[in-house]
C-alpha cells in the first residue's frame, strides 16, 4: 500500500493512503541533535524516505531523496503514523554505533557505559531504559528481564538505515509499554541485486567488518548480512567482542499481499567496567540474543494484518571476572583478593538468565465517510529461567548455553491488549483523531487511549495539541533481583503516566523552526532508589512523577543549486530542556530524577567538492542528579564538545575518517562512568551497485 506524496524543496508531504479517505503528514523542521556524536549523523526533517539509485546508503543530502514509503514499522502505531523525527547516519560515519544512534532523536538520551555502542540505556524524554518502547521494522523488541538489554538489537548496523522517534503526547499509541514514547529501527529493502562491505578501525584496537548481499526474484527480495567487531577498551576491563547474523525475506503478490519475514542472531562479551556499580570494576557480561518475526498484510477497502514473533535473550552476568578471578573452591580468588561484597561475604557465583518473549497481533483497518478507523487486539507472553529471578523451582532446568548450570528460579506473565479508533478527513485543515484502548494483565483492568487536534495551513505552519494515557508492565529484574547494591521488589504494580504535548512548526523557503512543550504526569512510577545515608536501591512505585520539557529547533537548508548551496548543506542549532519533580523528595533516584535538563547543539555541514565533505558539530549538556564515587554523593559535570568528520563518496566507494571529542573534554556518564576522551575512527566502503530502497 504505497503513499501517495508531493515533494516541496527538501520537504515531502503525505497526502493519502492509496484508497483511504485520511492523510498522514510528515513532521516539518525536525532537526534536534542530542548526542556527543552528534556530528556523525545527518539529521532528515522527513517522516521517512527511500534513497536515489546512484547514492550510498548514509547520503547526506535530503533534498536528493526523490520519494517516500512508509515502512512496516509504523504498523504497530494507530493514529497518525508520523514520526517526530527520522535520521539516517551518513556514510562517514558508518563505523558508528546504530543503535545508539537514536540519541539524535528529539528528546532521546543514551546512557552509554562504554564505546562502540556495546552497552546503552535508552532514554526518553528522562524516563527510564524500560519506559521507551522499541521498534525492529515492527517488531517489539524491549526486554522482559531487564531495559538494560533493549538496545541489543541482533541485527548488523550496515542493515539499519532509519530510525525514527513517536511521541506517547502527540500520537496516539496503540503499542503496550509506550509509557514515554517509542523508538523504531527499520532496515533497509532493496530492489535489484547488491553486495556492500564495510571495513573500519578506530582507537583503542576498534576493529569492524560487514557484509551485506541483497537478491530480488521475481516478487520477492532477500537480504542476508554479517558483522563482526572487536576492541580492547579504552580503560581497564572495556575490551568487547560482537558478532551478528541477520535475514530478511518480503513477497508483494499481484494481489498486494505483503508478507515479510525476519530473523537474527547476536553473540556478545564485554568487559563491564563499573557498568552497574562502581563499587566493583572487575564486571563481564555474555549475551546472547535471537529472534524471529512473521507478518502479512492485505489490502482493500479493509485491511487485515495478522503478525507472529518470539525473542530469546541468554545473559551470563560475572561480577567478578572469570578470567580475571578463578575459582577455587568456594571463592573466587585474583592476585590474592578474595572476590567478596563486604568482609566476610563472598561472591557465590555468576548469574544466569533466560528469557523468552512470544507474541501475536491482529490489526484490521477501514474508511468511512467521515475518515477511517482501526482496531486490533494483542497478546504477548514473557518467561524466565533465571539463577536469581522469579520463585523458586521444585525442579531446577539445565542451561543449554552453560556447562553445569541450572536455573532454580522462574517466572511468567501475560499481557492482552485491544484498542479501538478513528481519524477525521482534513476538514478546512482541522483533523481529530481518537483511540481507547485497555489492557489486561494479572487479572486487572488497565484503561488507557486518548486524542489529538491539528491544524495546519499552506503548508507553511502546523500546530496540535495532543493527550494520550499510557502504562507500562515491571521487568523481572524489577521484581525480583536481589544484589549486594539492588533489591527488588515483588509487589510492584503497572505504572500509569498521561502524556500531553502542544507544538507548532514553520517553514519559510530553506528555513525551518519547531517547538514542542510537553508534559508527563506519572502515577506508580517504578524506580529504584534509596535513602541518602543507604547504598542499596530499591524498587518501588513513586506515588507521582511530573516531568516538563520543551525543545525548540531551527535549520537552513539551502537549496540545491543556489549559490550558498555550494558551501552549505546544512546549519542548524537545537535547544532541549527538562524538568522533573516527584513526590517523595527524600530518596535518591538511579534514573527519574537523573536526566538531561539541558542540552545546546550547533551543527554545520560543509561541502568541499561534488564528493568531498565535512561536518562539524558542538554540544554543550548539564546533567541533573548525583553518582556515588567513593561513599561520596557526586554532582554530574557539565561538558562541552565538538566532533569533525571529513568524507569522500562516489557511486560505488566511500571514505571516512572521524576525531570525536576533538578537546579530550572529560565526560561522565551513568553511575559516574568515564567516557573515551578523543577518539578515532576511519573506514571504506565498496558496494556493486545496483537499484535499491
Same mark, same amino acid.
Given at each position: 500500500?504505497?503513499?501517495?506524496?508531493?515533494?516541496?524543496?527538501?520537504?515531502?508531504?503525505?497526502?493519502?493512503?492509496?484508497?483511504?479517505?485520511?492523510?498522514?503528514?510528515?513532521?516539518?523542521?525536525?532537526?534536534?541533535?542530542?548526542?556527543?556524536?552528534?556530528?556523525?549523523?545527518?539529521?532528515?526533517?522527513?517522516?521517512?524516505?527511500?534513497?536515489?539509485?546512484?547514492?550510498?546508503?548514509?547520503?547526506?543530502?535530503?533534498?536528493?531523496?526523490?520519494?517516500?514509503?512508509?515502512?512496516?514499522?509504523?504498523?504497530?502505531?494507530?493514529?497518525?503514523?508520523?514520526?517526530?523525527?527520522?535520521?539516517?547516519?551518513?556514510?562517514?560515519?558508518?563505523?558508528?554505533?546504530?543503535?545508539?544512534?537514536?540519541?539524535?532523536?528529539?528528546?532521546?538520551?543514551?546512557?552509554?557505559?562504554?564505546?562502540?555502542?556495546?552497552?546503552?540505556?535508552?532514554?526518553?524524554?528522562?524516563?527510564?531504559?524500560?519506559?521507551?518502547?522499541?521498534?525492529?521494522?515492527?517488531?517489539?523488541?524491549?526486554?522482559?528481564?531487564?531495559?538494560?538489554?533493549?538496545?541489543?538489537?541482533?541485527?548488523?548496523?550496515?542493515?539499519?538505515?532509519?530510525?525514527?522517534?513517536?511521541?506517547?503526547?502527540?500520537?496516539?499509541?496503540?503499542?503496550?509499554?509506550?509509557?514515554?514514547?517509542?523508538?523504531?529501527?527499520?532496515?533497509?529493502?532493496?530492489?535489484?541485486?547488491?553486495?556492500?562491505?564495510?571495513?573500519?578501525?578506530?582507537?583503542?584496537?576498534?576493529?569492524?567488518?560487514?557484509?551485506?548481499?541483497?537478491?530480488?526474484?521475481?516478487?520477492?527480495?532477500?537480504?542476508?548480512?554479517?558483522?563482526?567487531?572487536?576492541?580492547?577498551?579504552?580503560?581497564?576491563?572495556?575490551?568487547?567482542?560482537?558478532?551478528?547474523?541477520?535475514?530478511?525475506?518480503?513477497?508483494?503478490?499481484?494481489? !498486494?499481499?505483503?508478507?515479510?519475514?525476519? /530473523?537474527?542472531?547476536? &553473540?556478545? #562479551?564485554?568487559?563491564?567496567? $563499573? %557498568?552497574?556499580? =562502581?563499587?566493583?570494576?572487575?564486571?563481564?557480561?555474555?549475551?546472547?540474543?535471537?529472534?524471529?518475526?512473521?507478518?502479512?498484510?492485505?489490502?482493500?477497502?479493509?485491511?487485515?494484518?495478522?503478525?507472529?514473533?518470539?525473542?530469546?535473550?541468554?545473559?551470563?552476568?560475572?561480577?567478578?571476572?572469570?578470567?580475571?578471578?578463578?575459582?577455587?573452591?568456594?571463592?573466587?580468588?585474583?592476585?590474592?583478593?578474595?572476590?567478596?561484597?563486604?568482609?566476610?561475604?563472598?561472591?557465590?557465583?555468576?548469574?544466569?538468565?533466560?528469557?523468552?518473549?512470544?507474541?501475536?497481533?491482529?490489526?484490521?483497518?477501514?474508511?468511512?465517510?467521515?475518515?477511517?478507523?482501526?482496531?486490533?487486539?494483542?497478546?504477548?507472553?514473557?518467561?524466565?529461567?533465571?539463577?536469581?529471578?522469579?520463585?523458586?523451582?521444585?525442579?531446577?532446568?539445565?542451561?543449554?548455553?552453560? !556447562?553445569?548450570?541450572?536455573?532454580?528460579? /522462574?517466572?511468567?506473565? &501475560?499481557? #492482552?491488549?485491544?484498542?479501538? $479508533? %478513528?481519524?477525521? =478527513?482534513?476538514?478546512?485543515?482541522?483533523?481529530?483523531?481518537?483511540?481507547?484502548?485497555?489492557?489486561?494483565?494479572?487479572?486487572?483492568?488497565?484503561?488507557?487511549?486518548?486524542?489529538?487536534?491539528?491544524?495546519?495551513?499552506?503548508?507553511?505552519?502546523?500546530?496540535?495539541?495532543?493527550?494520550?494515557?499510557?502504562?507500562?508492565?515491571?521487568?523481572?529484574?524489577?521484581?525480583?533481583?536481589?544484589?549486594?547494591?539492588?533489591?527488588?521488589?515483588?509487589?510492584?504494580?503497572?505504572?500509569?503516566?498521561?502524556?500531553?504535548?502542544?507544538?507548532?512548526?514553520?517553514?519559510?523557503?530553506?528555513?525551518?523552526?519547531?517547538?514542542?512543550?510537553?508534559?508527563?504526569?506519572?502515577?506508580?512510577?517504578?524506580?529504584?532508589?534509596?535513602?541518602?545515608?543507604?547504598?542499596?536501591?530499591?524498587?518501588?512505585?513513586?506515588?507521582?512523577?511530573?516531568?516538563?520539557?520543551?525543545?525548540?529547533?531551527?535549520?537552513?537548508?539551502?537549496?540545491?543549486?543556489?549559490?550558498?548551496?555550494?558551501?552549505?548543506?546544512?546549519?542548524?542549532?537545537?535547544?532541549?530542556?527538562?524538568?522533573?519533580?516527584?513526590?517523595?523528595?527524600?530518596?535518591?533516584?538511579?534514573?527519574?530524577?537523573?536526566?538531561?535538563?539541558?542540552?545546546?547543539?550547533?551543527?554545520?555541514?560543509?561541502?568541499?567538492?561534488?564528493?568531498?565533505?565535512?561536518?562539524?558539530?558542538?554540544?554543550?549538556?548539564?546533567?541533573?542528579?548525583?553518582?556515588?564515587?567513593?561513599?561520596?554523593?557526586?554532582?554530574?559535570?557539565?561538558?562541552?564538545?565538538?566532533?569533525?568528520?571529513?568524507?569522500?563518496?562516489?557511486?560505488?566507494?566511500?571514505?571516512?575518517?572521524?576525531?570525536?571529542?576533538?578537546?579530550?573534554?572529560?565526560?561522565?556518564?551513568?553511575?559516574?562512568?568515564?567516557?573515551?576522551?578523543?577518539?578515532?575512527?576511519?573506514?571504506?566502503?565498496?558496494?556493486?551497485?545496483?537499484?535499491?530502497?
Amino acid at each position: 500500500m504505497q503513499a501517495q506524496v508531493r515533494k516541496s524543496g527538501n520537504t515531502i508531504w503525505f497526502r493519502r493512503w492509496t484508497g483511504k479517505n485520511y492523510a498522514v503528514f510528515a513532521s516539518l523542521g525536525k532537526h534536534i541533535c542530542i548526542s556527543v556524536l552528534a556530528v556523525s549523523y545527518s539529521l532528515i526533517s522527513l517522516q521517512s524516505f527511500s534513497q536515489q539509485d546512484k547514492s550510498q546508503a548514509g547520503d547526506i543530502a535530503a533534498d536528493t531523496l526523490p520519494e517516500v514509503e512508509i515502512n512496516p514499522d509504523e504498523s504497530l502505531l494507530a493514529f497518525p503514523v508520523q514520526a517526530i523525527q527520522s535520521i539516517m547516519p551518513p556514510v562517514g560515519f558508518s563505523s558508528l554505533s546504530k543503535p545508539e544512534a537514536a540519541e539524535l532523536l528529539p528528546g532521546v538520551d543514551i546512557r552509554q557505559r562504554g564505546n562502540q555502542g556495546i552497552q546503552g540505556d535508552i532514554q526518553y524524554r528522562g524516563g527510564s531504559p524500560e519506559q521507551c518502547a522499541i521498534l525492529l521494522n515492527g517488531i517489539p523488541m524491549n526486554d522482559a528481564q531487564t531495559g538494560h538489554h533493549n538496545l541489543n538489537l541482533p541485527v548488523p548496523d550496515i542493515c539499519i538505515d532509519r530510525l525514527s522517534v513517536y511521541s506517547a503526547g502527540e500520537n496516539i499509541l496503540t503499542l503496550p509499554g509506550a509509557y514515554n514514547g517509542v523508538i523504531s529501527y527499520t532496515t533497509r529493502q532493496h530492489t535489484g541485486n547488491r553486495m556492500e562491505i564495510r571495513l573500519s578501525g578506530g582507537s583503542f584496537k576498534m576493529r569492524k567488518a560487514e557484509a551485506m548481499a541483497n537478491l530480488s526474484m521475481g516478487n520477492t527480495h532477500s537480504t542476508l548480512a554479517y558483522s563482526t567487531e572487536q576492541g580492547a577498551g579504552y580503560r581497564f576491563n572495556t575490551d568487547f567482542n560482537a558478532e551478528k547474523l541477520y535475514y530478511r525475506f518480503g513477497l508483494i503478490t499481484k494481489k !498486494d499481499y505483503n508478507f515479510q519475514f525476519q /530473523a537474527g542472531i547476536m &553473540n556478545k #562479551s564485554f568487559g563491564a567496567q $563499573g %557498568f552497574y556499580s =562502581n563499587r566493583f570494576p572487575s564486571q563481564f557480561e555474555s549475551i546472547k540474543t535471537g529472534f524471529t518475526s512473521a507478518s502479512l498484510k492485505t489490502n482493500g477497502k479493509i485491511s487485515l494484518q495478522p503478525m507472529l514473533y518470539w525473542k530469546r535473550n541468554h545473559d551470563r552476568f560475572e561480577l567478578f571476572r572469570e578470567s580475571l578471578y578463578t575459582r577455587q573452591g568456594n571463592y573466587y580468588i585474583w592476585d590474592g583478593d578474595t572476590a567478596a561484597y563486604a568482609p566476610g561475604v563472598y561472591y557465590p557465583g555468576h548469574n544466569y538468565h533466560l528469557s523468552d518473549k512470544l507474541g501475536a497481533s491482529l490489526q484490521i483497518e477501514g474508511s468511512m465517510r467521515l475518515g477511517s478507523w482501526k482496531a486490533g487486539i494483542s497478546h504477548s507472553y514473557d518467561h524466565i529461567l533465571s539463577s536469581v529471578l522469579g520463585e523458586n523451582l521444585e525442579n531446577p532446568v539445565k542451561d543449554r548455553f552453560e !556447562d553445569s548450570v541450572y536455573f532454580g528460579k /522462574a517466572a511468567n506473565q &501475560n499481557l #492482552s491488549h485491544a484498542f479501538a $479508533g %478513528f481519524g477525521t =478527513n482534513n476538514i478546512k485543515g482541522f483533523r481529530i483523531q481518537a483511540m481507547a484502548n485497555v489492557i489486561l494483565h494479572g487479572g486487572v483492568l488497565i484503561p488507557g487511549g486518548g486524542g489529538s487536534i491539528s491544524y495546519m495551513q499552506a503548508e507553511r505552519y502546523r500546530i496540535w495539541l495532543g493527550v494520550n494515557r499510557s502504562y507500562r508492565l515491571p521487568t523481572f529484574t524489577e521484581l525480583y533481583y536481589r544484589s549486594a547494591t539492588s533489591m527488588g521488589n515483588s509487589h510492584l504494580q503497572a505504572e500509569t503516566a498521561l502524556n500531553g504535548e502542544l507544538g507548532f512548526t514553520l517553514k519559510y523557503k530553506s528555513f525551518e523552526m519547531q517547538n514542542r512543550i510537553f508534559i508527563i504526569s506519572g502515577h506508580n512510577t517504578i524506580d529504584w532508589v534509596r535513602q541518602p545515608d543507604e547504598t542499596v536501591y530499591t524498587a518501588m512505585n513513586h506515588i507521582s512523577l511530573l516531568s516538563l520539557g520543551n525543545t525548540l529547533s531551527a535549520m537552513l537548508t539551502p537549496v540545491p543549486g543556489t549559490k550558498v548551496a555550494r558551501y552549505l548543506k546544512m546549519a542548524a542549532i537545537t535547544y532541549t530542556y527538562l524538568h522533573k519533580e516527584k513526590y517523595d523528595r527524600g530518596v535518591i533516584s538511579a534514573y527519574s530524577l537523573d536526566y538531561l535538563r539541558h542540552k545546546i547543539t550547533a551543527r554545520l555541514d560543509t561541502p568541499f567538492s561534488t564528493h568531498f565533505g565535512a561536518n562539524f558539530s558542538f554540544t554543550y549538556t548539564v546533567r541533573n542528579g548525583t553518582y556515588t564515587l567513593n561513599n561520596v554523593e557526586q554532582a554530574y559535570p557539565s561538558w562541552s564538545n565538538v566532533d569533525v568528520a571529513l568524507y569522500y563518496q562516489s557511486q560505488r566507494l566511500s571514505i571516512h575518517c572521524a576525531i570525536q571529542n576533538i578537546f579530550a573534554a572529560e565526560q561522565v556518564d551513568f553511575g559516574g562512568i568515564a567516557l573515551p576522551g578523543r577518539w578515532f575512527t576511519a573506514g571504506i566502503s565498496v558496494n556493486t551497485g545496483g537499484r535499491q530502497k
